[in-house]
Protein backbone atom coordinates (compact mmCIF):
# COMPACT_ATOMS: atom_id res chain seq x y z
CA UNK A 1 0.00 0.00 0.00
CA UNK A 2 2.57 2.36 -0.92
CA UNK A 3 0.16 5.08 -2.15
CA UNK A 4 -1.30 5.49 1.44
CA UNK A 5 1.93 6.24 3.44
CA UNK A 6 1.30 9.46 3.40
CA UNK A 7 -2.77 9.93 4.60
CA UNK A 8 -3.18 6.46 6.23
CA UNK A 9 -1.64 3.68 8.08
CA UNK A 10 -2.31 -0.10 8.67
CA UNK A 11 -1.11 -2.02 11.73
CA UNK A 12 -1.59 -5.77 11.94
CA UNK A 13 -1.52 -8.04 14.66
CA UNK A 14 -0.72 -11.80 15.09
CA UNK A 15 -4.03 -12.80 15.67
CA UNK A 16 -5.42 -10.43 12.44
CA UNK A 17 -6.40 -7.64 13.65
CA UNK A 18 -5.77 -5.49 11.28
CA UNK A 19 -5.80 -0.97 12.15
CA UNK A 20 -6.53 1.25 10.00
CA UNK A 21 -5.39 4.79 10.68
CA UNK A 22 -6.60 8.15 9.21
CA UNK A 23 -2.92 9.72 9.11
CA UNK A 24 -3.51 13.44 8.82
CA UNK A 25 -3.25 14.68 12.52
CA UNK A 26 -2.07 17.91 11.29
CA UNK A 27 -5.39 18.74 9.41
CA UNK A 28 -7.66 16.67 11.95
CA UNK A 29 -7.83 14.08 9.52
CA UNK A 30 -10.11 15.54 6.83
CA UNK A 31 -10.10 13.46 3.75
CA UNK A 32 -8.71 14.66 0.88
CA UNK A 33 -8.73 13.05 -2.40
CA UNK A 34 -5.50 10.84 -1.93
CA UNK A 35 -6.89 9.56 1.55
CA UNK A 36 -10.17 8.82 0.24
CA UNK A 37 -8.11 6.25 -2.48
CA UNK A 38 -6.19 5.18 0.14
CA UNK A 39 -9.01 4.47 2.31
CA UNK A 40 -10.90 2.96 -0.81
CA UNK A 41 -8.01 0.61 -1.81
CA UNK A 42 -7.39 -0.31 1.93
CA UNK A 43 -11.02 -1.49 2.73
CA UNK A 44 -10.85 -3.47 -1.08
CA UNK A 45 -7.36 -5.38 0.28
CA UNK A 46 -8.09 -6.01 3.67
CA UNK A 47 -11.62 -7.51 3.08
CA UNK A 48 -9.75 -9.26 0.73
CA UNK A 49 -7.40 -10.76 2.96
CA UNK A 50 -8.08 -13.87 4.32
CA UNK A 51 -5.31 -13.06 7.21
CA UNK A 52 -7.69 -10.73 8.61
CA UNK A 53 -10.59 -11.20 10.71
CA UNK A 54 -11.14 -7.77 12.20
CA UNK A 55 -10.54 -4.01 10.90
CA UNK A 56 -10.38 -1.44 13.37
CA UNK A 57 -10.86 2.25 12.32
CA UNK A 58 -9.11 4.64 14.14
CA UNK A 59 -7.46 8.40 13.88
CA UNK A 60 -4.46 9.60 14.72
CA UNK A 61 -4.13 12.83 16.91
CA UNK A 62 -7.01 15.20 18.62
CA UNK A 63 -9.54 14.49 15.69
CA UNK A 64 -11.06 10.89 14.55
CA UNK A 65 -12.08 13.31 11.22
CA UNK A 66 -12.99 16.88 10.48
CA UNK A 67 -14.77 15.71 7.30
CA UNK A 68 -13.99 16.64 3.72
CA UNK A 69 -11.04 18.30 3.31
CA UNK A 70 -11.97 22.27 2.29
CA UNK A 71 -8.86 23.27 -0.08
CA UNK A 72 -10.12 19.73 -2.11
CA UNK A 73 -14.35 20.86 -1.54
CA UNK A 74 -13.16 24.35 -2.83
CA UNK A 75 -11.37 23.19 -5.95
CA UNK A 76 -14.78 21.58 -6.86
CA UNK A 77 -16.10 25.01 -6.75
CA UNK A 78 -14.43 25.78 -10.20
CA UNK A 79 -14.23 22.45 -11.75
CA UNK A 80 -16.17 21.41 -14.72
CA UNK A 81 -19.30 19.43 -14.01
CA UNK A 82 -16.86 15.37 -15.17
CA UNK A 83 -14.37 16.19 -12.44
CA UNK A 84 -16.88 16.87 -10.01
CA UNK A 85 -18.77 14.24 -10.83
CA UNK A 86 -15.05 12.12 -10.23
CA UNK A 87 -14.63 13.65 -7.23
CA UNK A 88 -18.11 13.21 -5.57
CA UNK A 89 -17.49 9.38 -6.76
CA UNK A 90 -14.35 9.03 -4.46
CA UNK A 91 -16.14 9.61 -1.33
CA UNK A 92 -19.03 7.70 -2.44
CA UNK A 93 -16.75 4.56 -3.46
CA UNK A 94 -14.82 4.99 -0.21
CA UNK A 95 -17.77 4.97 1.81
CA UNK A 96 -19.12 1.63 -0.04
CA UNK A 97 -16.03 -0.23 0.01
CA UNK A 98 -15.84 0.09 3.68
CA UNK A 99 -19.75 -0.20 4.30
CA UNK A 100 -19.73 -3.58 2.13
CA UNK A 101 -15.82 -4.91 3.49
CA UNK A 102 -16.84 -8.49 4.85
CA UNK A 103 -14.93 -7.97 7.47
CA UNK A 104 -16.30 -6.69 10.86
CA UNK A 105 -15.19 -3.03 11.34
CA UNK A 106 -15.14 -1.42 14.65
CA UNK A 107 -14.42 2.16 15.14
CA UNK A 108 -12.14 3.59 17.29
CA UNK A 109 -13.30 7.23 18.01
CA UNK A 110 -10.79 8.79 20.13
CA UNK A 111 -11.76 12.52 19.16
CA UNK A 112 -14.27 14.89 17.49
CA UNK A 113 -16.07 13.57 13.84
CA UNK A 114 -17.93 16.29 11.63
CA UNK A 115 -19.80 16.12 8.31
CA UNK A 116 -18.27 13.09 6.16
CA UNK A 117 -16.17 11.95 9.71
CA UNK A 118 -19.69 11.10 11.44
CA UNK A 119 -20.18 9.53 7.47
CA UNK A 120 -17.19 7.16 8.34
CA UNK A 121 -18.79 6.01 11.62
CA UNK A 122 -22.00 5.19 10.06
CA UNK A 123 -20.02 2.66 7.65
CA UNK A 124 -18.48 0.78 11.05
CA UNK A 125 -20.16 -2.36 12.28
CA UNK A 126 -20.15 -0.63 15.81
CA UNK A 127 -18.42 2.88 16.90
CA UNK A 128 -17.13 3.52 20.46
CA UNK A 129 -16.41 6.75 21.22
CA UNK A 130 -14.67 9.04 23.96
CA UNK A 131 -17.16 10.96 26.22
CA UNK A 132 -15.70 14.18 25.47
CA UNK A 133 -15.81 13.73 21.62
CA UNK A 134 -18.33 16.01 19.93
CA UNK A 135 -20.04 15.19 16.71
CA UNK A 136 -21.72 16.94 14.20
CA UNK A 137 -23.34 16.90 10.14
CA UNK A 138 -22.20 20.59 9.47
CA UNK A 139 -22.40 20.26 5.60
CA UNK A 140 -25.51 23.06 5.59
CA UNK A 141 -23.02 25.65 6.76
CA UNK A 142 -21.36 25.79 4.26
CA UNK A 143 -24.36 26.01 1.93
CA UNK A 144 -23.52 22.21 0.76
CA UNK A 145 -25.96 18.62 1.65
CA UNK A 146 -24.65 15.51 3.83
CA UNK A 147 -25.35 14.03 0.15
CA UNK A 148 -22.72 10.71 -0.35
CA UNK A 149 -22.86 9.95 3.57
CA UNK A 150 -26.56 10.55 3.46
CA UNK A 151 -27.55 6.48 2.88
CA UNK A 152 -25.56 5.32 5.55
CA UNK A 153 -26.32 7.79 7.98
CA UNK A 154 -29.73 7.01 7.60
CA UNK A 155 -29.05 3.04 7.77
CA UNK A 156 -27.45 3.66 10.94
CA UNK A 157 -29.54 5.78 12.86
CA UNK A 158 -33.13 5.60 11.08
CA UNK A 159 -34.86 9.23 9.51
CA UNK A 160 -36.36 9.97 12.50
CA UNK A 161 -33.25 9.99 14.49
CA UNK A 162 -31.11 11.20 11.86
CA UNK A 163 -33.95 14.37 11.60
CA UNK A 164 -32.68 15.76 14.44
CA UNK A 165 -29.56 16.31 13.38
CA UNK A 166 -28.69 16.02 9.56
CA UNK A 167 -30.25 19.44 8.26
CA UNK A 168 -29.30 21.71 11.45
CA UNK A 169 -25.66 21.42 11.45
CA UNK A 170 -26.30 21.30 15.50
CA UNK A 171 -23.37 19.90 17.33
CA UNK A 172 -23.95 17.27 19.88
CA UNK A 173 -22.18 15.20 22.31
CA UNK A 174 -21.21 11.48 23.03
CA UNK A 175 -24.08 10.44 25.00
CA UNK A 176 -26.50 12.19 22.47
CA UNK A 177 -24.88 10.01 20.05
CA UNK A 178 -25.39 7.08 21.54
CA UNK A 179 -29.13 7.98 21.73
CA UNK A 180 -29.03 8.77 17.91
CA UNK A 181 -27.33 4.92 17.28
CA UNK A 182 -24.66 6.41 15.69
CA UNK A 183 -22.13 5.29 18.65
CA UNK A 184 -22.52 1.95 20.29
CA UNK A 185 -20.98 3.33 23.62
CA UNK A 186 -19.23 6.54 25.01
CA UNK A 187 -16.02 5.54 27.41
CA UNK A 188 -13.60 7.52 29.44
CA UNK A 189 -10.71 7.76 27.17
CA UNK A 190 -8.40 5.75 29.26
CA UNK A 191 -10.98 3.14 28.56
CA UNK A 192 -11.31 3.36 24.43
CA UNK A 193 -8.80 0.80 24.15
CA UNK A 194 -10.22 -2.06 26.24
CA UNK A 195 -13.70 -0.90 24.92
CA UNK A 196 -12.81 -1.69 21.52
CA UNK A 197 -10.82 -4.82 22.63
CA UNK A 198 -14.48 -5.91 23.98
CA UNK A 199 -15.60 -6.24 20.61
CA UNK A 200 -13.20 -7.42 18.74
CA UNK A 201 -12.71 -10.35 21.12
CA UNK A 202 -15.76 -12.09 19.68
CA UNK A 203 -14.73 -12.39 15.99
CA UNK A 204 -11.78 -14.22 16.83
CA UNK A 205 -13.51 -17.21 18.21
CA UNK A 206 -16.25 -17.52 15.14
CA UNK A 207 -16.01 -18.57 11.66
CA UNK A 208 -14.42 -15.66 9.05
CA UNK A 209 -16.68 -16.95 6.42
CA UNK A 210 -19.36 -16.48 8.17
CA UNK A 211 -19.26 -13.57 9.60
CA UNK A 212 -18.71 -11.97 6.23
CA UNK A 213 -21.64 -14.09 4.79
CA UNK A 214 -24.04 -12.05 8.00
CA UNK A 215 -22.79 -9.05 7.03
CA UNK A 216 -23.75 -9.35 3.49
CA UNK A 217 -27.16 -10.22 4.23
CA UNK A 218 -28.21 -8.38 6.94
CA UNK A 219 -27.11 -5.54 4.24
CA UNK A 220 -29.41 -6.80 1.99
CA UNK A 221 -32.24 -6.92 4.28
CA UNK A 222 -31.19 -3.19 5.53
CA UNK A 223 -32.29 -0.08 3.21
CA UNK A 224 -31.35 -0.22 0.00
CA UNK A 225 -27.65 1.18 -0.94
CA UNK A 226 -27.35 0.20 -4.48
CA UNK A 227 -25.62 2.01 -7.67
CA UNK A 228 -28.67 4.08 -8.08
CA UNK A 229 -28.65 5.45 -4.86
CA UNK A 230 -25.56 6.06 -4.85
CA UNK A 231 -25.53 7.70 -8.01
CA UNK A 232 -28.72 9.64 -6.83
CA UNK A 233 -26.42 11.39 -4.00
CA UNK A 234 -23.23 11.91 -6.04
CA UNK A 235 -25.46 14.20 -8.19
CA UNK A 236 -27.15 16.09 -5.36
CA UNK A 237 -23.51 16.32 -3.97
CA UNK A 238 -22.60 17.75 -7.38
CA UNK A 239 -25.84 20.21 -7.89
CA UNK A 240 -25.01 21.53 -4.43
CA UNK A 241 -21.38 22.45 -5.37
CA UNK A 242 -22.52 24.23 -8.46
CA UNK A 243 -25.12 26.36 -5.88
CA UNK A 244 -25.09 30.03 -4.96
CA UNK A 245 -25.50 29.01 -1.39
CA UNK A 246 -21.92 26.53 -1.53
CA UNK A 247 -19.95 29.20 -3.00
CA UNK A 248 -21.26 32.24 -0.05
CA UNK A 249 -20.94 29.54 2.47
CA UNK A 250 -17.96 27.83 1.36
CA UNK A 251 -16.27 31.68 0.47
CA UNK A 252 -17.27 32.90 3.66
CA UNK A 253 -15.32 30.43 5.54
CA UNK A 254 -11.76 30.90 3.70
CA UNK A 255 -12.68 34.57 4.29
CA UNK A 256 -13.45 34.30 7.43
CA UNK A 257 -16.78 36.36 7.90
CA UNK A 258 -20.11 35.05 8.50
CA UNK A 259 -22.21 33.77 5.72
CA UNK A 260 -25.00 36.07 4.89
CA UNK A 261 -27.86 33.59 5.94
CA UNK A 262 -26.09 34.03 9.63
CA UNK A 263 -28.90 35.94 12.04
CA UNK A 264 -26.62 37.27 14.84
CA UNK A 265 -28.12 37.23 18.20
CA UNK A 266 -29.30 40.75 19.57
Known amino acids: MSMNAETIRVERDSRGVATLWLARPEKHNAMSAQMLEALTEAARELGADPAVRVVVLAGEGAS ?3 GGDL ?5 QMTADGATRAREARKLAEML ?3 NTCPKPVIGRVQGNAFGGGVGLIS ?3 VAIAVSSARFGLTETRLGLIPATIGPYVAARMGEAKARRVFMSARLFGAEEAVRLDLLARAVPAGELDAAVEAEVAPYLSVA ?7 KALLRQLGPRIDAD ?12 WESEEAVEGIGAFFEKRTARWTLEEE
Open 96 to 98: QAL
Open 71 to 75: TWMRA
Open 64 to 66: FCA
Open 208 to 214: PGAVGAA
Open 123 to 125: VCD
Open 229 to 240: VIDETIAALVSC
